[in-house]
C-alpha cells in the first residue's frame, strides 16, 4: 500500500453521519438551538428569581424584625440574595465559550482558560455563594442561642436549625468544589492529553 | 421570509442563513462525518459529533466575514467542535472501548473478499489516525481532505515548513505501523 492508496482509502469512507440529509439536521440544529436558548433564558431567570425572592422574603422579615441583631443578620441574608443573583448574572451564564471558529493553538488556548474560568468559580463557591448568607444566618442563629439561654429556654431548636443549614451548605459546597471542579478539571485534563507537546 | 428593499426581494437574514447551511451541508457532510470518525471510535458518537459540528457551523453562520476561505472557515470549526467533544466523551471513559493498537491487517493473500479488506484497511487507517495527537490528526486529515499546505496553514496557524515536517513524519508513522505501507507517495 501507498500513500495514493492511503488517500484513495480515506475519500471511500462513509462513515455513519455521511448521508444524513442536510433539511434533517438543519431541523436538528434549529431545535437544539431553540432549546440551549430556552435553557440559557430559563436559567437566568431562575438564578435572578432566586436571589430576588431571598432578598425579598428576608428583606420584609428584617424590616419587621423589632430587634435589631436579628434585622442585622436578615438583612445580610437579604443582600446575599441580591449579591448571589448579581455575581451569577456577571461572572457565571454569562461565560462565552470560546470562538470555534480559531486555529486549534488559539481554541485551545481559550478553551483551557474557559474551563480554568469555570472552575475557580466553582472552588470559589463558598466564599461568594455560602458564606455571606451563612455569615447573616450565624448572626440571627448567635442572637437566638444568646435570647434562650438568658431566658433559660431549650436551644435545641436553635442548635438543630443551624446543623441542617450547615448540613445544606455543606452539600451545596461539596457539589460543586468536589463534583462539579473535578469534573471540569478532567476535561481539562483531557484536553491537555489530547494536544500533549502541540505548539505553533 | 424574503425582504423588500427598494422594490427587489432579497433574502432575509434567517433565509440566507438557512441556505448557506443546508449547501456547506451538502457539500461538506462527508468530509464532516470522516473527521468525526478520526476523532471517535463508536458510531452513534460519530453521527452525535456529526450533529455538534453542524449545530457549530448553524451558530458561525451569522459571524462568516469572508476573512478566510469558507473552506478553511469550516473545518476550523468542524475540528476545534471535534476536539471539544471528544475530550468531553473521553473523559466519560469511552475511549476504554476502543483498541489499544489498531487492528491487525489481513493481507489479500489471505483469500478475504476485496471488499472486506477494503473495510478492514479503512478501520485500521481511521484507528491509526484516532491514536495520532489532536494536531498531527487534524493536519493529516485535511491533508487527506485535499487541501493545500496554505489552506492547513490557515486552519492549524502552523508555518507550512512545519506542516509539511509533520505529514512527513506522519506518513513513516504509519508505515512503521503497517507493513504493506510504502510510505512515499508513487
New interface residues.
Given amino acids: ?4 492508496e ?2 484513495a ?12 440529509s ?2 434533517k ?2 431541523e ?3 431545535q ?2 431553540r432549546k440551549f436558548r430556552r435553557q440559557v433564558a430559563w436559567r437566568n431567570v431562575r438564578e435572578v428569581a432566586g436571589g430576588l425572592a431571598v432578598a425579598a422574603i428576608f428583606g420584609w422579615f428584617a424590616f419587621r424584625q423589632t430587634d435589631a441583631v436579628q434585622s442585622v443578620g436578615m438583612g445580610v441574608i437579604a443582600a446575599s440574595g441580591v449579591w448571589i443573583a448579581v455575581y451569577l448574572l456577571k461572572f457565571g451564564s454569562s461565560g462565552k465559550p470560546p ?10 488556548r481559550l ?1 483551557s482558560e474557559d474551563y480554568g474560568r469555570q472552575v475557580r468559580l466553582l472552588r470559589r463557591v463558598k466564599y461568594w455563594y455560602l458564606l455571606p448568607p451563612y455569615l447573616g444566618y450565624l448572626i440571627v442563629f448567635g442572637d437566638s442561642l444568646h435570647r434562650r439561654l438568658a431566658a433559660g429556654q431549650s436551644t435545641f431548636a436553635a442548635w438543630a436549625g443551624l446543623a441542617w443549614f450547615t448540613a445544606v451548605f455543606a452539600a451545596v459546597w461539596i457539589l460543586n468544589e468536589w463534583y462539579g471542579a473535578r ?1 471540569i478539571d ?2 481539562q485534563n ?2 491537555r492529553r ?5 505548539s ?1 | 421570509m424574503n425582504d423588500t428593499v427598494e422594490g427587489i426581494v432579497v433574502p432575509s437574514a434567517e433565509t440566507a442563513r ?1 441556505e448557506t ?3 456547506l ?2 457539500e461538506y ?2 468530509p ?3 473527521l ?2 478520526a476523532y471517535l471510535h463508536d ?2 458518537d ?2 452525535d ?3 455538534e459540528i ?3 457551523l ?3 453562520v451569522p ?2 466575514r469572508g476573512d478566510s476561505s469558507e473552506r478553511t ?1 469550516l473545518y ?2 468542524a ?3 471535534a ?2 467533544a ?3 466523551i ?2 466519560r471513559g469511552k475511549v476504554e472501548t476502543t483498541p489499544e493498537e489498531p487492528p491487525e491487517l489481513p493481507s489479500a493473500a489471505e483469500g478475504h473478499e476485496e471488499n472486506l479488506i ?1 473495510a478492514q ?2 478501520e485500521w ?2 484507528e491509526a489516525i484516532r491514536q495520532m ?3 498531527d490528526r ?1 493536519i493529516l ?1 485535511l491533508h ?2 485535499g487541501l493545500s499546505h496554505r489552506e492547513i496553514q ?6 507550512e515548513a ?1 506542516i509539511a515536517t509533520r505529514l512527513s513524519r506522519q ?1 513513516d508513522r ?1 508505515g512503521a505501523k ?1 507493513p ?7
Avoid at chain 2, 180 to 186: A, D, I, Q
Fill in positions: 500500500m501507498n500513500w495514493n492511503v488517500e482509502l480515506w475519500k471511500e469512507s462513509v462513515p455513519k453521519g455521511a448521508d444524513a442536510p433539511a439536521l438543519l436538528v440544529v434549529s437544539r438551538s470562538d470555534p471558529d480559531a486555529d486549534l493553538s488559539t481554541y485551545c478553551l469534573h478532567q476535561l483531557e484536553l489530547m494536544t500533549e507537546g502541540e505553533a | 438557512r447551511f443546508l449547501r451541508m451538502a457532510r462527508r464532516i462525518a470522516r468525526a470518525a458510531a452513534q460519530q453521527e459529533l456529526v450533529q453542524a449545530l457549530a448553524w451558530q458561525a459571524r462568516f472557515w476550523r470549526i475540528h476545534n467542535t476536539i471539544t471528544a475530550a468531553k473521553r473523559r477494503q484497511r479503512r487507517l481511521l495527537p489532536a494536531m487534524q486529515t487527506l481532505e490557515e486552519i492549524t496557524g502552523l508555518s512545519a506518513r504509519l503497517h504493506e505501507y510504502e510510505g512515499n507517495r508513487t
